[in-house]
């Protein structure tokens, strides 16, 4: 079976100013590519060769197969959980749990920020909706992912490996931060918290 690169569902600058088409063109075209390229050719004449990507990351041990078909998901998630129309509020249901449990908007990405600020080297900041509906936001590093627990339904990821942010603003990741949320589709969001 062979894996596919998703297709972006917006041009490659339409992130333009807050993430540029460079930065696109390399994290997409190369980065993500590439993972999908990797992990084609590392699953031949394995026992992972005929099984989604979901079971391999699963199933996989913690190293290239493992590294490469979570790093697949994870962008695939981060790409396309983004969108050149973000409403930049969330809407009603996905606002309603962020003020129960984050007090406000604000504060919400605030600590959102200030989680991803502090995840050390490479690596995801997710937000996630955990089985008894609390809202949570946790620090994953390098190609560690939410899909491997199950208790936990990732809404929304931030991709803080340098590459995702270093074209366009060098060192600062907390501005990469403060500009990422111009670009989130919290319709796509609002759709998994009403199909929890
Ligand atoms: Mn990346």
Redesign the pocket.
């Known amino acids: 079976m062979k894996h596919e690169l998703p297709k972006l569902p917006y041009e490659i600058n339409a992130l333009e100013p807050f993430i540029s088409a460079e930065t696109l063109e390399f ?1 997409y075209w190369k ?2 590519k590439t993972y999908v390229d990797n992990l084609n050719n590392l699953i031949i004449w394995t026992e992972f060769e005929n099984i989604s990507l979901e079971e391999i990351i699963k199933k996989a041990p913690a190293w290239w197969i493992f590294n490469n078909s979570a ?1 697949v998901w ?2 695939s998630f ?1 790409f396309l959980w983004l969108t050149s129309n973000s409403i930049k509020i969330p809407k009603k249901k996905t606002l309603e749990l962020i003020n129960r449990d984050f007090g406000n908007f604000e504060n919400f990405k605030e600590t959102f920020n200030k989680s991803a600020i502090w995840n050390f080297g ?1 690596g995801w900041t997710w937000l996630v909706l955990n089985w008894d509906w609390k809202l949570e936001i946790i620090n994953t590093s390098n190609a560690w992912t939410i899909l491997t627990l199950a208790e936990k339904k990732p809404l929304l990821t931030c ?1 803080v ?1 340098e ?2 942010y270093y074209i366009d603003y060098r060192n600062a990741r907390v501005k990469y931060l403060e500009n990422f949320w111009n670009v989130v589709n919290w319709e796509r969001i609002e759709s998994l918290v009403l199909n929890k």
């Open positions: 994290h980065h993500h790093q994870n962008h981060y490479s991709d490996w590459h995702a």
